[in-house]
C-alpha cells in the first residue's frame, strides 16, 4: 500500500499563487499525479511526474501556470500552481501508481484531498 497526504490548499484570489505538497509513504511507486475535481464535474488530471526522473507532464488547461516537482529524499511531490483563475476551484487530490508514467491512466492510490479556492 503507498499512503498518501496532501497538504497546502486554501483560499486565494485570481492572480494568486498556492504550493500543494503530497507526503508519500509505504509501498515504492514510480509515477505520481495531481487531480482536481470540481464541484458537479469530473475527476480531471492536472500534472504528472516520473519518480527519480525528469519526465512531467500537464493538461492543457494548466500548462505554463502549475509545475510538478519532486524531493525523492523527502519522499514529496509539490504542484506549484501560478496565476490561478476561479476555474481552478476543485478538490485537488495526489495520486500514485506502478505503471506507465506519461497518462492520466492507470493512478490506483489516493490522498484524501485538499481544497483550494480562486476567488475573482
Known amino acids: 500500500q503507498v499512503q498518501l497526504a496532501e497538504s497546502g490548499g486554501g483560499s486565494v484570489q485570481a492572480g494568486g499563487s498556492l504550493r500543494l505538497s503530497c507526503a508519500a509513504s509505504?509501498?515504492?511507486?514510480?509515477?505520481m499525479g495531481w487531480f482536481r475535481q470540481a464541484a458537479g464535474k469530473e475527476r480531471e488530471g492536472v500534472a504528472g511526474?516520473?519518480?527519480?526522473?525528469?519526465?512531467?507532464y500537464y493538461a492543457d488547461s494548466v500548462k505554463g501556470r502549475f509545475t510538478i516537482s519532486q524531493d525523492n529524499a523527502k519522499r514529496m511531490v509539490y504542484l506549484q500552481m501560478n496565476s490561478l483563475k476561479p476555474e481552478d476551484t476543485a478538490m485537488y487530490y495526489c495520486?500514485?501508481?506502478?505503471?506507465?508514467?506519461?497518462?492520466?491512466?492507470?493512478?490506483?492510490?489516493w490522498g484524501q484531498g485538499t481544497q483550494v479556492t480562486v476567488s475573482s
Open positions: 511526474i516520473y519518480i527519480g526522473g525528469h519526465m512531467t
Open positions: 495520486a500514485a501508481k506502478r505503471a506507465y508514467c506519461g497518462s492520466f491512466e492507470g493512478f490506483n492510490y
Open positions: 509505504g509501498y515504492t511507486y514510480n509515477c
